[in-house]
């Protein structure tokens, strides 16, 4: 039987290579995450009690104060927190936490034997994992709204700005999760570093209520750093009444923070690397 | 009695492991912090857009948190790490080194594992209540600490019932540990008084999980706001609950010791 | 031009101290005392291409780290390293693509998919054309025998079955450089033997350079003929298996059960152990049928067992060779 040395020396271009591993690993993730279907939903439904508790408090207030907060009525908080549950699910990314079992495990290890880098790795599993998890989450959508009577008004241009926006608060946030993940090779206190950024951005990014109800500091605060821009914007695009100058100026910002996220990692993955390799693993 | 001696020795040989592991300090208590901060900004803004919710006020609300936070770390400290471990143990065939002990297998089972750490918690929530308790407006008596320790004590019990069925449940059902997530998510909505969740919502947290005795009611005690009634009812509830515990607690290791012949 | 080629590599790790009990723990928080291990010391030696080449040595050696260092996970602490001209620790994509760590007990496949999956995502990675990709993997499928198992997730093979599989997915892109770390830890004979005459008509056919560490001896005899042996980080050995194994082990071991377990064995040879009946003698390596023989037809054997010496015990040898030179 013939050998074929030839495979060692011509390859596929580098493009072409790149869009086939992430359909490949893609369809891998659908897979996988399909066999465990039940494990997935036990958790989104667990995740729904959050914004259903907000919900349900905030109502409450704008029922007692004339209909509304802010200028928010119950039927749009009721359409944010529901829209926040698709929003909550995009966010979930690799954490530090798996970081520290990555690099544990060995993993890390074979990752670096390979010729691509890592990211592509975690990048193209999540978005596989959530093509299954936004299937998933229509029928939750679909009881929550039943429920609670959110009231929803939206364009074909929101709609199209908001399946983007999604994708846009993926990136942002796989970006930003993965530098603070790199610290796992420097520190044993990875997690400290991470619960803290949890919550500035459980404060800031319009994960505990829409930003205008936080105060005039926090919201320019808020719109110095990235969170924001994963949660409150996508949420906004669908349910709030932005005009269209600004959801595109919102996609702008997504690209823009993007852009700094994966500049921040290519750099301090170089570096983490080169820590990595001399101490030892 | 012999539950509460062996609960002690365990109590204190699990003391003695974790102080070794002062790192595990720092992050509970990091943990902690960060938890309730995260509560008193949430309370904070609610603070600022209503003086009310639902006729509780500001202070009362800032006991409600407190009271979570308390009844959260005993949950954390003792309920949890014991009913997540027997879980894994049926799960993996484990159990059976508790069973053939000469101890009544669900005291065992309920005492033996602590998070010493997680009892933070149970520091913290006692300073913010302390707190709401000096912003009330009206005097705390006896009877309502009174009434507030012993319905604490029952709304526990109730967590402990509730927990233990579900764990139970995995003699059945092997795979039953999301069960841990959903109980956090649900958990949350202890923060505030039960009666602004609408009416299924509300029974539900009452009689299938039973937050609302484990939380509003002893912030209605501390508040003075509970009725004799209620705290009759919590106390009946109570018996009952832990009277069909115990009996699906013996079905269940029947089916236990009969599955692994 | 050496495939491999290696001078004065060096790795020094920098471990705190640490001692048991609590005053020890709080002292230590004031004040760390570390330590050095030089787990590399210097070590020269070069591979050209086609060459299978052992690396021999206990735990703690070396090994791993030396190849580490060759495959561009580990920075060297001094010394150069030059794999297909490549500097490893670079770790250019060119590099890479051209070769392959094998761990043994480490597994690098998507735990819940057939195994085929996991080859689809190395054609992507390591960018090969689909035709000649389909032809190496189904050419390695069948040398190896495992048409049935790249159909089943990997978390349902077991353990063997889980190494061959780990195998040909490492070699799809076709390395020229193989670093195989203990690739047959913890499988039975027969899997050992089936991975051994795989690695070995793998360089065959495509003449790719080999270095394979184990310490299991077996493995080294079974594949090379040159070894490079290690110890405490520094280099005892290079040279030919057959030299290794006349100069330095020049003996087996005989063990032997007897009926009435008093006899004298002094006369056989050097008595290493005598336990009640039992008793274990070294015996010059061409002496030992002729031993063996008086031994069953002199005595009243119950059990005989010929061994060679482990290679912890040529090792030893080796290390004492040296030192004594």
């Known amino acids: 039987m013939s050998f074929v040395r030839s495979a060692a020396l011509t390859r596929t271009s580098r493009p072409r290579a790149l869009i086939d591993f992430y359909l490949t690993l893609m369809r891998t993730a659908i897979q996988a995450q399909f066999q465990y279907r039940v494990a997935n939903y036990m958790y989104m439904i667990g995740m729904v009690a959050e914004p259903v508790i907000y919900l349900v408090v905030w109502s409450t207030i704008a029922e007692q104060h004339g209909g509304s907060v802010e200028g928010i009525t119950a039927g749009q908080f009721a359409a944010y927190y529901i829209v926040w549950t698709l929003v909550r699910n995009m966010n979930i990314v690799f954490t530090p936490y798996g970081w520290e079992e990555r690099i544990r495990e060995g993993q890390l290890s074979a990752q670096l034997l390979r010729p691509l880098h890592p990211i592509h790795y975690d990048v193209a599993f999540f978005a596989g994992w959530k093509l299954v998890v936004i299937v998933m989450w229509l029928p939750i959508a679909v009881v929550l709204s039943l429920i609670f009577h959110p009231e929803l008004d939206v364009s074909a241009l929101e709609v199209a700005v908001f399946a983007v926006a999604i994708w846009g608060a993926y990136l942002i946030r796989t970006m930003f999760l993965w530098l603070l993940g790199m610290t796992s090779i420097w520190t044993t206190r990875a997690s400290a570093l991470f619960e803290t950024y949890v919550m500035a951005e459980l404060l800031l990014s319009g994960r505990l209520v829409p930003l205008q109800l936080m105060p005039d500091w926090a919201q320019r605060l808020a719109d110095l750093l990235p969170f924001q821009w994963t949660f409150f914007f996508p949420i906004q695009a669908l349910v709030g009444e932005l005009s269209t100058e600004e959801l595109l100026q919102g996609l702008g910002m997504q690209v823009l923070w993007t852009a700094i996220g994966t500049g921040l990692v290519v750099v301090a993955f170089r570096r983490s690397v080169r820590h990595y390799s001399a101490v030892g693993n | 009695m012999r539950a509460l001696r062996v609960a002690w020795l365990y109590f204190r040989i699990g003391a003695m492991n974790e102080l070794h592991y002062r790192a595990n300090f720092f992050i509970a208590a990091f943990q902690s912090l960060l938890a309730l901060f995260t509560g008193l900004v949430v309370l904070a803004l609610v603070f600022s857009h209503t003086e009310q919710l639902h006729g509780w006020s500001h202070a009362e609300l800032l006991a409600v948190l407190g009271i979570q936070i308390i009844m959260g770390g005993v949950i954390h400290t003792v309920i949890q790490p014991n009913m997540l471990r027997l879980m894994e143990e049926v799960r993996d065939g484990k159990l059976d080194y508790a069973l053939t002990k000469p101890e009544d297998a669900q005291v065992l089972v309920s005492v033996r594992d602590y998070r010493i750490w997680q009892s933070v918690d149970i520091v913290s929530g006692a300073v913010v209540v302390a707190v709401a308790l000096g912003q009330l407006e009206r005097e705390v008596g006896p009877v309502d600490v009174l009434a507030f320790a012993a319905s604490l004590a029952l709304g526990a019990l109730m967590i402990y019932c509730f927990w233990l069925v579900l764990s139970t449940g995995a003699f059945w059902v092997v795979n039953m540990w999301t069960v841990a997530e959903l109980f956090e998510g649900l958990y949350l909505s202890g923060r505030w008084p039960v009666g602004v969740y609408p009416g299924w919502l509300r029974y539900s947290l009452t009689y299938l999980v039973p937050i609302a005795f484990a939380v509003t009611v002893p912030a209605e005690a501390v508040t003075s706001r509970l009725h004799w009634g209620t705290l009759v009812a919590a106390a009946a509830f109570s018996a009952a609950l832990f009277g069909f515990t115990r009996w699906f607690w013996r079905l269940g290791l029947r089916r236990y010791s009969g599955a692994s012949a | ?325």
């Not at chain 3, 050095?36 to 052992?54: N, W």
């Not at chain 3, 190896?144 to 978390?155: C, G, N, T």
């Not at chain 3, 039975?188 to 394979?212: C, P, S, W």
């Not at chain 3, 006349?246 to 152990?273: C, M, N, Q, S, W």
Request: proline letters at 4%; a negative charge; charged letters at 25%.
């Open chain 3, 1 to 325: 031009m050496p495939v491999i080629d290696v001078s004065e590599l060096t790795k020094v790790f920098v471990v705190p101290e640490r001692e048991a009990g609590l005053a020890a723990a709080a002292r230590s928080l004031l004040r760390r005392t570390n330590r050095e291990i030089r787990a590399v010391d210097a070590i020269s030696f070069s591979i050209e291409g086609g060459e299978i080449v052992g690396f021999l040595g206990p735990n703690g050696a070396g090994k791993t780290t030396t190849l580490k260092m060759l495959s561009g996970l580990l920075h060297a602490s001094a010394g150069d390293a030059s794999v297909l001209g490549f500097v490893p620790s670079r770790r250019q994509r060119e590099f890479l693509q051209q070769i392959t760590l094998v761990m043994g007990n480490r597994n690098q496949l998507q735990w819940d998919l057939p195994a085929l999956d996991s080859f689809e995502l190395n054609r992507a990675i390591y960018q090969l054309p689909r035709e000649a990709f389909v032809e190496t993997r189904d050419e390695l499928i069948e040398l190896l025998e495992i048409e049935d198992l790249v159909r089943k997730p990997v978390r349902n093979l077991s353990l063997g079955e889980r190494m061959k599989v780990e195998v040909v997915g490492s070699l799809l892109h076709l390395p020229q450089v193989l670093f195989l770390d203990e690739p047959t830890i913890g499988l039975d004979v027969t899997m050992q033997k089936r991975i051994r005459a795989f690695i070995a008509e793998y360089n065959r056919r495509h003449g790719a350079a080999v270095l394979l560490t184990s310490h299991y001896m077996a493995d080294v005899v079974a594949l090379c003929r040159r070894v490079i042996v290690i110890h405490h980080g520094r280099i005892l050995f290079d040279g030919l298996l057959d030299v290794l194994g006349d100069r330095f082990a020049a003996y087996k071991t005989i063990e032997v059960a007897l009926a009435d377990g008093i006899a004298p064995l002094e006369a056989y040879g050097e008595v290493l152990e005598r336990d009640g009946d039992r008793a274990k003698l070294r015996v010059p390596k061409a002496e030992t049928p002729r031993v063996a023989a008086r031994l069953l037809s002199e005595l009243q054997v119950l059990d005989l067992t010929i061994e060679d010496p482990p290679i912890e015990d040529v090792i030893e040898l080796v290390f004492a060779q040296e030192a004594a030179e």
